[in-house]
């Protein structure tokens, strides 16, 4: 058998962070310039059944039996086994390397699932349809997370904008016009499952509250959703919703002093709206940028303290059905 490789791509959460937990609609699309790759060889000395798992980036080198029942790599792989109903695969050896930052809301755990998924179904001859794999990676998410909305998995898989409702079937749809992001980390590692957790424990709290707050946050996406659909020189107005949703947000708390600084400098340097993207407290922000500007609120960005920069683009596009 030859060696074989896959690759996922990050994912940036565009509108609908948290309130998408509650069943309300979130925007997502591929971070197509970072990626999580996975590649199988061949154990030629191997027995059957023999499965060595690589991640130089934490450290892992170890059999997949030796590895715990909850462990992440090791349950994407058990759950392709069993998915093919495969006891004993020829013994092969799978290493997974990462560009996505860590615990930075843009994916990491998700493309990682998505990549090694891929990777094993097709080494064992059987790729899997993209139904499978966003289903399988989702069983992963749940160990990152607790309760995933599900949002993560299903862009990275189908690397499309994404128009997404926990429990319904997700859906893409057309982009009328191409717009620009920055995203730019705040450094601070963001822990999806904690912060989800506080969420909930604040909800439990003041439901109505909470739930007002949620449906607004809805609503947003929901008006983004159709300006990105047939909307002409979106740009700005998209700006002024990531400001909105920014604004929700932190009434959730989910934000840092370090995210709004980087929020202001990016739009004191001429950004046209910004807000957090992901789990919030730490990772990254995303704001709505024209060319012209962006070396400017790149270089505000980085003065104010972010530890990377990544420039990307929302894609136009009529963007076929998810399948
Ligand atoms: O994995 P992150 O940090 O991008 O967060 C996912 C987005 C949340 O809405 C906060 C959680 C979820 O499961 O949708």
Redesign the pocket.
Known sequence: MPAISASAPG?V?LF???A??YGQP?IADALLEVEAKAIINPLIQGTPGEIRIQAPSIKLDADLSQLPIDDPLATAVRNVLVELGIKAPPPFKLRVTSTIPVAA???S?AAVSVAIIRAVSAFLGQPLKDARVSAIAFEV?KLH?G??????NTVITYRKPVYFIKGKPPESFPVNESFRLLIADTGIL?Q?RA??GEVRAGWEQNKNRYEKIFKSIGEIAEKARELMTSGTGIASYLGTLMDQNQYLLQDLKVSSSELDRLIASAKEAGALGAKL????RG?NIIAVIEEPRRSDIEDALYAAGATGVIATKVFGGSWGPLE
Do not use: N, Q, Y
Request: proline content about 3%; overall charge negative; hydrophobic content about 30%.
């Open positions: 994912k959460i609908g962070e948290h998408v937990v979130a809301g843009l994916g755990g998410e997370h309760t995933p909305s599900g949002i993560d963001s999806t912060v989800v993207s992901g789990a919030g990772g």
